[in-house]
């Protein structure tokens, strides 16, 4: 009689013990970190090709000699600033160092050693549709004085 009492309650107990575990525990912590996954947002990046319109209009993308520490470009919902390739100080056509976050940016030129050149500043979106036949996003930042 006691071995089949002491049967029973390991039986019940070890039952007690199997059912209070749901199935549901162990799938969801998996599910959560799928959804988590899949909840971030990739975002595309783009290089940007810098280039100068002088006071006249015209779109320099090429040559040297030019009073020019780079160009900088801010994104105007972050702030976040990113810089061309500083080693063609004064050559274009200059690169951003790294690809640019889809956005919109204010972009302008960084004025060299001499100060012999103001540089102004365009609003330009950096998205598939300023994607230019070359693969870049090409930017033209204004002249607005010049020694």
């Known amino acids: 009689m006691r071995k089949s009492i002491f049967t029973v309650s390991a039986v019940i107990g070890l039952l007690a013990v199997t059912t209070s575990f749901s199935s549901t525990d162990v799938v969801e912590g998996p599910s959560k970190v799928r ?47 990113y810089f061309s390739d500083r080693y063609h100080d004064r050559a274009l056509p200059q690169f951003s160092e790294e690809d640019l976050p889809e956005g919109t940016y204010e972009f302008s030129g960084i004025q060299g050693q001499g100060g012999w050149v103001g540089y102004g500043t365009i609003v330009a979106a950096v998205s598939d549709e300023n994607l230019d036949a070359d693969g870049y996003i090409t930017i033209y930042v204004p002249i607005t004085w010049e020694e």
């Open 35 to 81: 959804s988590e996954v899949s909840d971030k947002k990739v975002v595309k990046t783009y290089p940007v090709r810098y280039g100068l319109l002088s006071k006249s209009g015209t779109k320099i993308l090429s040559g040297s000699g030019f009073d020019l520490g780079g160009f900088v470009a801010k994104n105007t919902v972050t702030g976040e600033e």
